[in-house]
């Protein structure tokens, strides 16, 4: 795997946590990793390998803040969640991945 | 923010990792949670969550990452491996510490001590302004040259001075002897000190007629007053006389450095007596009284502008009083002002000590870091395979370059760590062996900018010493570098570069060590022109208004000491004078001789020194009586008309071998030559002969002289016997600063001699070191070749050829060093003697023994490694293989 491709991915990663944090209250890696699957009804697979590494560079940007709480069966977990520069650069990336796929759609149509 | 967080980070990585392994884990548990709710046995959930894991040691270094900054991680975990290096390498580690802090600590005592003699500020106003004047000859004016300076200066705008005599004080719990200051009224507002207690002098008091004042130091008021706030207006007994206490000075306050002729600390200040009219006298003149002039230059006044004013006013002055300021032929070199900044003349002689000291340390720091070098250099080849492993694994050469580097600098930090803390302890210590008081040096103590020029200093030593192991540490080569056997001969050239700098560092400093030596050695076996045996000096002082001014009663007072003491049984003779052998004296120039004239037909003007002694001096201290005869009952009078002078005198002035007879003219009249003397050691002993003249005690006396007596009794007998004698003539005479004449040759020595001892110390601690690396080095070179000396052995070398084979490269650089460093003496010969107030040249034979000595330590420390060599046997050593 090059790593163009790497990053392709990872892109493609923070846009979809950034969206998932967007709707709602904070989360924990698991979970946000749970909802991903759920939502592309299992197509993607997060791995932790992936996902928590992005979390914290995200973090380190700031577009995500963390914390860590306690879970809901009472154990010591981060919880991570949007913030306004997260919610900007969700605006940004997801107007991008729309143009992407839609450009991408079109070529497929037409062609 | 986040740069500070991941600043933070990476001081905190155990608490970073737990974190990351906490979340990580929570993330494994919900896994294997829903792996059971979805039905999964418990064996099997492990395996699947671990399945999904992946590799968690990347993502746990990929999260830290994004955590910290990176180079900055980096360069702790270099830090972090430089520490375990040291620990695991202890001997070699602790011999590196302890060599560069002695380096580093060394350098920073005497930067400390430098700070104090420079840069610190003294405890006076804006002392960059003040000045001091001086005749010539290192003189001091009189109070006629004060009162015309203050008068006629365009360039400073304050001046005061200060006197500094014996005074005796009753009134307190015993009658003792103290040291007074007499000043004018200007002399604390011009230093910018305020009493703590009461007021300073008024100038009125300076005048005739007031009841006499004292300021006390807080020295005194602590000691001696018990420190009585309400001291103000008691009064004290100070030699016979009330004088009432009105002030307390600071106690950060002293002016009494020995290198301004103070030779103890003071005790009080009192107002000098100034006389309304003072006839012109200069002091170098004899007649004058020598007081200590500081003065304050004006705003935007140069030292230049300073000193041509005040010669200026010595022309003005040399032309009004001719026969009081000798400048006959208006030759500058007789009579002139001299302006020197007041800190220069605080630091004095002791400028070329610090010189020694920072030449010293500096050389002896430059050693340890090759020392150190070449261990590491060693230390760094022997990990050739660390850093091949590294290489392969994708370290840069620069990352190889800056992890050798800061492990350098770990060793520097601990080693300036070391020596700061050691740094105070050493500067007090140099203090404390310094030949005389050193209030200025005394006050030398660490502050931010010792601790900013250590570090400084451990830094650039790291650069130095590191950079060359750094260099060639990290150069590797993929297939030998990774295969067990390390036979690399890589840095040998740079490691006897390495002892051929120590050797000629060391020699260069044997050289200096030697020429004090060689310095000290003359001044010592130089005849002295006396006889110091048997003989005891004291000092006596008549209570007087004027203590260093001629008084005509005075000699007619120690006549009659001397005849009482003449009579103790066992004194072989006794006498006055006014200036014993090596201890400062008078001038006296103002006269011309008679029958003696120079090339324009015109009477030769003389410049002598001059004593005033009784009949039996000369006979008393053992001096060469050459021609005439000296004085007797009949010299007596209020004229001078007889005066004996010293064959300096005679040579200078080429009055040839019938000196006896001609005569000096003197305002008074004439004074004739009736004898001549050999030269004696005048002021310390490393000034050559100087002209001198002896006038008669009977002729002219001053209140404050030296008694000498001659016996064979010990020196506290005799000492009772004389103060008894003396008791006898006057109860209240006090006889102090008593000293045999052998102790005050030594004393005179003392500076010289702590020259050498510093200057020795500084070349065998060198010598030590660059020893330690020949041996260090040899012993490598041997143990690296010892396979390839064990074939040639087994193979039927002759140990000789081996041992020459081993050594001849080493030798050849230990010469070239060896050649360096007596070449870099020789060069510098002029500055060290300047710096070391050396009269001597260094003589050829110094040269030789020091190359000599420096290659008996060569040997030495190359026997034992090749010992080894030949003890070498081939069998073992093969076997290895």
């Given at each position: 795997?090059?790593?163009?491709?790497?990053?392709?991915?990872?892109?493609?990663?923070?846009?979809?946590?950034?969206?998932v944090l967007?709707?709602?209250?904070?989360?924990?890696?698991?979970?946000?990793?749970?909802?991903?699957?759920?939502?592309?009804?299992?197509?993607?697979?997060?791995?932790?390998g992936?996902?928590?590494?992005a979390?914290?560079?995200?973090?380190?940007?700031?577009w995500i803040?963390?914390?860590?709480?306690?879970?809901?069966?009472?154990?010591?977990?981060?919880?991570y969640?949007?913030?306004?520069?997260?919610?900007?650069?969700?605006?940004?990336?997801?107007?991008?991945?729309?143009?992407?796929?839609?450009?991408?759609?079109?070529?497929?149509?037409m062609a | 923010?986040?740069?500070?967080?991941?600043?933070?980070?990476?001081?905190?990585?155990?608490?970073?990792?737990?974190?990351?392994?906490?979340?990580?884990?929570?993330?494994?548990?919900?896994?294997?949670?829903?792996?059971?709710?979805?039905?999964?046995?418990?064996?099997?959930?492990?395996?699947e969550?671990?399945?999904?894991?992946?590799?968690?040691?990347?993502?746990?270094?990929?999260?830290?990452?994004?955590?910290?900054?990176?180079?900055?991680?980096s360069?702790?975990q270099?830090?972090?491996?430089?520490?375990?290096?040291l620990?695991?390498?202890?001997?070699?580690?602790?011999?590196?510490?302890?060599?560069l802090?002695?380096?580093?600590g060394?350098?920073?005592a005497?930067?400390?001590?430098?700070?104090?003699?420079?840069?610190?500020?003294l405890?006076?106003?804006?002392?960059?302004?003040?000045?001091?004047?001086?005749?010539?000859?290192?003189?001091?004016p009189?109070?006629?040259?004060?009162?015309?300076?203050?008068?006629?200066?365009?360039?400073?705008?304050?001046?005061?001075?200060?006197?500094?005599?014996?005074?005796?004080?009753?009134?307190?719990?015993?009658?003792?002897?103290?040291?007074?200051?007499?000043v004018?009224?200007?002399?604390?507002?011009?230093?910018?000190?305020?009493?703590?207690?009461?007021?300073?002098?008024?100038?009125?008091?300076?005048?005739?007629?007031?009841?006499?004042?004292?300021?006390?130091?807080?020295?005194?008021?602590?000691?001696?007053?018990?420190?009585?706030?309400?001291?103000?207006?008691?009064?004290?007994?100070?030699?016979?006389?009330?004088?009432?206490?009105?002030?307390?000075?600071?106690?950060?306050?002293?002016?009494?450095y020995?290198?301004?002729?103070?030779?103890?600390?003071?005790d009080?200040?009192?107002?000098?007596?100034?006389?309304?009219?003072?006839?012109?006298?200069?002091?170098?003149?004899?007649?004058?009284?020598p007081?200590?002039?500081?003065?304050?230059?004006?705003?935007?006044?140069?030292?230049?502008?300073?000193?041509?004013?005040?010669?200026?006013?010595?022309?003005?002055?040399?032309?009004?009083?001719p026969?009081a300021?000798?400048n006959?032929?208006?030759?500058?070199?007789?009579?002139?002002?001299?302006?020197?900044?007041?800190?220069?003349?605080?630091?004095?002689?002791?400028?070329?000590?610090?010189?020694l000291?920072?030449?010293?340390?500096?050389?002896?720091?430059l050693?340890?870091?090759?020392?150190?070098a070449q261990?590491?250099?060693?230390?760094?080849?022997?990990?050739?395979?660390?850093?091949?492993?590294?290489?392969?694994?994708g370290?840069?050469r620069?990352?190889?370059?800056?992890?050798?580097?800061?492990?350098?600098?770990?060793?520097?930090?601990?080693?300036g760590?070391?020596?700061?803390?050691?740094a105070?302890?050493?500067?007090?210590?140099?203090?404390?062996?310094?030949?005389?008081?050193s209030?200025?040096?005394?006050?030398?103590?660490?502050?931010?900018?010792?601790?900013?020029?250590?570090l400084?200093?451990?830094?650039?030593?790291?650069?130095?010493?590191?950079?060359?192991?750094?260099?060639?540490?990290?150069r590797?080569?993929?297939?030998?570098?990774?295969?067990?056997?390390?036979?690399?001969?890589?840095?040998?050239?740079?490691?006897?570069?390495m002892?051929?700098?120590?050797?000629?560092?060391?020699?260069?400093?044997?050289?200096?060590?030697?020429?004090?030596?060689?310095?000290?050695?003359?001044?010592?076996?130089?005849?002295?022109?006396?006889?110091?045996?048997?003989?005891?000096?004291?000092?006596?002082?008549?209570?007087?208004?004027?203590?260093?001014?001629?008084?005509?009663?005075?000699?007619?007072?120690?006549?009659e000491?001397?005849?009482?003491?003449q009579?103790?049984?066992?004194?072989?003779?006794?006498?006055t004078?006014?200036?014993?052998?090596?201890?400062?004296?008078?001038?006296?120039?103002?006269?011309?001789?008679?029958?003696?004239?120079?090339?324009?037909?015109?009477?030769?003007?003389?410049?002598?020194?001059?004593?005033?002694?009784?009949?039996?001096?000369?006979?008393?201290?053992g001096i060469?009586?050459?021609?005439g005869?000296?004085?007797?009952?009949?010299?007596?009078?209020?004229?001078?008309?007889?005066?004996?002078?010293?064959?300096?005198?005679?040579?200078?002035?080429?009055?040839?071998?019938?000196?006896?007879?001609?005569?000096?003219?003197?305002?008074?009249?004439p004074?004739?030559?009736?004898?001549?003397?050999?030269?004696?050691?005048?002021?310390?002993?490393?000034?050559?002969?100087?002209?001198?003249?002896y006038?008669?005690?009977?002729?002219?006396?001053?209140?404050?002289?030296?008694?000498?007596?001659?016996?064979?009794?010990?020196?506290?007998?005799l000492?009772?016997?004389?103060k008894?004698?003396?008791g006898?003539?006057?109860?209240?005479?006090?006889v102090?600063?008593?000293?045999?004449?052998?102790?005050?040759?030594?004393?005179?020595?003392?500076?010289?001699?702590?020259?050498?001892?510093?200057?020795?110390?500084?070349?065998?601690?060198?010598?030590?070191?660059?020893?330690?690396?020949?041996?260090?080095?040899?012993?490598?070179?041997?143990?690296q070749?010892?396979n390839?000396?064990?074939?040639?052995?087994?193979?039927?070398?002759?140990?000789?050829?081996?041992?020459?084979?081993?050594?001849?490269?080493?030798?050849?650089?230990?010469?070239a060093?060896?050649?360096?460093?007596?070449?870099?003496?020789?060069?510098?010969?002029?500055?060290?003697?300047?710096l070391?107030?050396?009269?001597?040249?260094?003589?050829p034979?110094?040269?030789?023994?020091?190359?000599?000595?420096?290659?008996?330590?060569t040997?030495v420390?190359?026997?034992?490694?090749?010992?080894?060599?030949?003890?070498?046997?081939?069998?073992?050593?093969?076997?290895?293989?």
């Amino acid at each position: 795997m090059g790593a163009a491709n790497k990053d392709h991915l990872l892109g493609k990663l923070d846009l979809l946590v950034l969206r998932v944090l967007a709707c709602g209250d904070s989360m924990h890696g698991y979970s946000i990793a749970e909802r991903i699957e759920q939502l592309s009804e299992n197509v993607f697979q997060v791995g932790e390998g992936s996902l928590y590494p992005a979390l914290h560079r995200m973090d380190e940007a700031g577009w995500i803040r963390s914390q860590w709480a306690a879970s809901e069966n009472n154990r010591r977990a981060r919880y991570y969640r949007i913030t306004a520069a997260g919610r900007r650069q969700l605006d940004v990336e997801e107007r991008e991945w729309l143009r992407a796929a839609e450009a991408i759609a079109n070529v497929l149509r037409m062609a | 923010m986040g740069v500070l967080r991941r600043f933070i980070n990476v001081w905190r990585s155990d608490r970073l990792q737990r974190d990351l392994d906490d979340e990580l884990e929570f993330h494994r548990e919900m896994g294997a949670r829903k792996a059971l709710d979805q039905g999964l046995g418990g064996e099997e959930a492990r395996q699947e969550t671990k399945r999904r894991m992946g590799n968690l040691s990347l993502t746990k270094e990929q999260m830290r990452d994004a955590r910290v900054i990176g180079w900055l991680a980096s360069s702790v975990q270099d830090l972090r491996h430089g520490f375990v290096l040291l620990r695991r390498d202890a001997g070699v580690s602790t011999l590196i510490l302890l060599v560069l802090a002695l380096g580093i600590g060394g350098n920073a005592a005497i930067f400390t001590l430098v700070k104090a003699a420079f840069l610190d500020p003294l405890p006076y106003r804006e002392a960059g302004r003040l000045v001091t004047i001086m005749e010539p000859n290192g003189f001091l004016p009189s109070t006629y040259d004060f009162v015309e300076l203050k008068t006629r200066t365009r360039t400073l705008e304050q001046m005061a001075f200060a006197q500094h005599v014996d005074m005796q004080l009753n009134g307190t719990d015993e009658p003792a002897r103290i040291i007074a200051a007499r000043v004018t009224a200007s002399f604390f507002p011009l230093l910018g000190v305020n009493p703590t207690l009461g007021r300073t002098f008024g100038d009125e008091e300076n005048g005739p007629g007031r009841a006499p004042a004292v300021i006390l130091t807080d020295g005194f008021w602590r000691a001696r007053m018990g420190a009585d706030p309400s001291v103000i207006g008691r009064t004290l007994r100070l030699d016979g006389q009330s004088a009432t206490v009105v002030g307390v000075l600071p106690e950060g306050f002293h002016f009494d450095y020995p290198t301004l002729g103070i030779a103890e600390p003071v005790d009080v200040y009192v107002p000098y007596p100034l006389d309304p009219v003072i006839p012109p006298h200069s002091s170098i003149n004899g007649m004058g009284t020598p007081v200590r002039v500081i003065g304050r230059m004006r705003e935007g006044a140069t030292l230049a502008q300073v000193e041509s004013d005040v010669r200026n006013i010595a022309h003005v002055l040399s032309y009004g009083h001719p026969e009081a300021f000798p400048n006959p032929q208006n030759d500058p070199s007789l009579f002139y002002f001299t302006a020197l900044p007041l800190r220069d003349a605080i630091v004095g002689t002791q400028r070329s000590l610090l010189w020694l000291l920072i030449g010293g340390v500096g050389v002896l720091l430059l050693i340890a870091c090759a020392n150190t070098a070449q261990l590491l250099l060693a230390r760094s080849l022997r990990r050739a395979r660390e850093v091949a492993i590294r290489s392969a694994l994708g370290a840069s050469r620069l990352r190889l370059i800056r992890q050798f580097l800061l492990e350098g600098f770990v060793l520097a930090a601990c080693g300036g760590t070391a020596g700061l803390l050691a740094a105070g302890w050493i500067s007090h210590a140099i203090v404390r062996l310094l030949p005389s008081r050193s209030p200025l040096l005394a006050s030398a103590h660490l502050d931010v900018r010792v601790i900013a020029f250590t570090l400084g200093l451990s830094m650039i030593s790291a650069l130095v010493f590191a950079i060359l192991p750094a260099m060639k540490g990290s150069r590797w080569t993929p297939g030998p570098s990774l295969s067990a056997r390390v036979t690399t001969v890589e840095g040998n050239r740079w490691r006897n570069a390495m002892i051929a700098i120590e050797a000629a560092l060391s020699v260069f400093l044997l050289c200096a060590a030697g020429l004090v030596t060689q310095n000290l050695w003359t001044l010592i076996s130089t005849p002295m022109g006396f006889e110091p045996n048997h003989v005891l000096a004291m000092r006596l002082t008549l209570p007087s208004r004027k203590q260093n001014f001629p008084d005509p009663t005075a000699g007619l007072i120690f006549q009659e000491y001397l005849e009482k003491v003449q009579a103790i049984p066992g004194v072989e003779s006794a006498a006055t004078v006014t200036g014993p052998p090596l201890r400062a004296t008078r001038g006296g120039c103002p006269n011309m001789l008679i029958g003696v004239t120079d090339s324009a037909g015109v009477p030769k003007s003389i410049c002598a020194l001059q004593h005033q002694i009784s009949s039996d001096y000369f006979r008393t201290l053992g001096i060469p009586l050459l021609a005439g005869r000296t004085f007797g009952r009949g010299d007596v009078g209020n004229k001078i008309t007889v005066v004996i002078v010293n064959e300096e005198f005679a040579r200078r002035f080429g009055l040839g071998a019938d000196i006896v007879g001609k005569q000096i003219d003197d305002p008074d009249g004439p004074i004739t030559i009736v004898g001549l003397i050999g030269n004696v050691r005048t002021s310390g002993l490393r000034v050559s002969p100087f002209p001198e003249k002896y006038f008669s005690l009977m002729q002219l006396s001053q209140p404050n002289v030296y008694l000498v007596v001659r016996s064979a009794l010990s020196p506290g007998q005799l000492l009772n016997q004389v103060k008894m004698a003396i008791g006898s003539s006057n109860s209240d005479q006090a006889v102090f600063g008593v000293m045999t004449m052998d102790e005050m040759v030594a004393d005179s020595a003392m500076e010289p001699r702590f020259d050498v001892f510093l200057a020795g110390a500084f070349a065998l601690l060198a010598v030590a070191m660059a020893a330690a690396g020949m041996y260090s080095v040899i012993s490598y070179l041997v143990s690296q070749r010892s396979n390839e000396l064990a074939i040639r052995l087994a193979l039927g070398a002759t140990r000789s050829a081996i041992v020459r084979s081993v050594l001849g490269n080493t030798a050849a650089w230990v010469a070239a060093g060896l050649a360096c460093g007596v070449g870099l003496a020789l060069a510098t010969n002029n500055v060290i003697r300047s710096l070391s107030n050396a009269a001597v040249q260094g003589t050829p034979w110094m040269y030789v023994s020091v190359v000599l000595f420096f290659f008996l330590v060569t040997i030495v420390s190359a026997y034992v490694p090749m010992r080894r060599v030949s003890q070498l046997d081939p069998a073992v050593a093969l076997r290895c293989e």
